[in-house]
């Protein structure tokens, strides 16, 4: 489409609506944001835990973890968990290795997700480009599923909170 074109194109949505009046014009609201510690919603609740070493003092972490999201779950009515995916001993720093992160955004792409909790973006994923491109993905599905980062507060399906 050449400049002169553009311009013509440009000038008859300004003349269409110059001239609307609230009579012609459907007004379609806009959907509010799911306030997300209020909402008590139907979700099917995945909790991804994580720790980087085998050592004892992780164990103890990795365990507390789990405790703590059963628990997290148990107070909102509507929660369902589906499953604690957790990967124990290994780095966050890439994909690779990570069988219980890699089997939870399957189970997402596959609808049986609604929602992830996690402890925090660093839990998630230590790459950012990583983290990112796993939330966008999960955002963009049929039903998009949610990631909230507890310490961080953030919740991906908020419009405010691209990172």
């Known amino acids: 489409m050449n400049a002169t074109n553009k311009k013509s194109l440009r000038e008859s949505v300004r003349r269409k ?7 012609n014009i459907e007004v379609i609201p806009a959907v509010g944001e799911v306030d997300f510690y209020s909402d008590e919603s139907d979700k099917r ?14 164990t103890s972490s990795f365990e507390l973890q ?4 059963e628990h997290l779950i148990s107070l909102h ?3 369902h968990l589906v499953k604690i995916y957790a990967d124990e001993g290994i780095s966050g720093t890439s994909l690779k ?13 596959d609808g049986k997700i609604d929602l ?15 983290c990112i491109g796993i939330i966008r993905q999960l955002k963009a599905l049929k039903t998009p599923v ?13 419009a405010d909170s691209e990172m």
């Open 17 to 23: 609506y110059r001239d609307a009046t609230v009579e």
């Open 45 to 58: 609740v995945a909790v991804y835990a994580r720790v980087s070493t085998d050592d004892a003092a992780q």
């Open 66 to 69: 789990q405790a703590h999201y």
């Open 77 to 79: 009515p509507g929660w």
């Open 97 to 109: 290795n990570r069988d219980a992160f890699l089997q939870m955004i399957k189970d997402c792409d």
């Open 116 to 130: 992830i909790v996690t402890k925090s973006v660093s839990r998630f994923a230590r790459n950012v480009y990583d």
């Open 146 to 158: 949610g990631i909230f980062f507890e310490t961080e507060h953030l919740y991906t399906l908020n």
